[in-house]
């Protein structure tokens, strides 16, 4: 299990996602990009897995890209680095897209493409001792994962362009006010924190959430009346689902409702 470079498991309604690179700071290869994305498709359409929690081994959440990959890898070559950046960029979207809520749960350092990772997170725990920031420029890197756009759509351009220029390391503490992180938790309370956020969603259904982030993530893009639009016609077609007509009839009958998924 040691080996692997991203531990996953099946427990308490949630995929939980390990990055296994302590030695170097959980940076993504491949290799870890692949794992990810293997982990993913196994739960994908289980409706038992009602969130995906994503977290590092030791010191740090991520450190970002492996730069020793690039160097020694891919170097100066362009069709390296675009080969390289389009599975990253594509396992970015994979988990911002993915039909669960997917938590964050940020046990230390996570910086550039680390910070990306977390981005692309619908909800965010951070350990007290947790440090975020965009170290791209402390390397002349250029962001890859999406950083330039989804930062600044998450905490505003002023504040995005200074993490960004500086390649400052920010306390997650500071990042709550700005939205960008939901919670910040004592160290030894990270995971039991996500585990209390998954315990209230697993008695959801996995069809009002994965229709919930569609609505909201969708309606992100568009104008207010084509969001609101959006909306009405998602209700239209819930009317006829089981989960729907599930949940109004355990209301009447005073019991738990039983979900599906469906």
Request: with cysteine.
């Amino acid at each position: 299990m040691s080996e692997q470079v991203v531990v996953s498991d099946v427990r308490k309604g949630a995929l939980w996602l390990r990055l296994n690179r302590p030695d170097a700071m959980n940076a993504l290869s491949p290799a870890v990009l692949t794992g990810i994305n293997g982990a993913l498709d196994k739960v994908e359409h289980d409706p038992e897995v009602k969130a995906v929690v994503l977290t590092g081994t030791g010191r740090a959440f991520s450190a970002g890209a492996d730069l020793k990959y690039l160097r020694g890898e891919v170097g100066g070559d362009s069709g390296k680095m675009h080969d390289f950046l389009s599975q990253v960029i594509g396992t970015m979207e994979r988990l911002e897209r993915f039909p669960r809520p997917v938590i964050a749960a940020v046990n230390g350092m996570a910086l550039a493409g680390g910070l990306e990772l977390v981005l692309c997170c619908d909800l965010v725990i951070a350990a007290r001792s947790a440090k975020l920031g965009d170290a791209h420029a402390n390397y002349g890197l250029l962001p890859g994962g999406g950083g330039s756009v989804r930062l600044p759509r998450k905490i505003g351009p002023t504040r995005a362009k200074y993490l960004l220029y500086t390649g400052e390391f920010v306390p997650a503490e500071e990042l709550v006010t700005c939205g960008l992180v939901n919670e910040v938790v004592e160290d030894e309370d990270l995971i039991p924190a996500a585990e209390r956020l998954i315990a209230k969603m697993a008695t959801k259904s996995s069809l009002v959430l994965r229709r919930m982030k569609a609505l909201v993530d969708d309606g992100l893009e568009q104008p207010s009346a084509t969001a609101l639009r959006l909306e009405l016609i998602a209700g239209e077609v819930h009317a006829t689902s089981h989960d729907m007509n599930e949940g109004l009839a355990a209301f009447q009958e005073k019991r738990k409702p039983r979900f599906i998924g469906r």
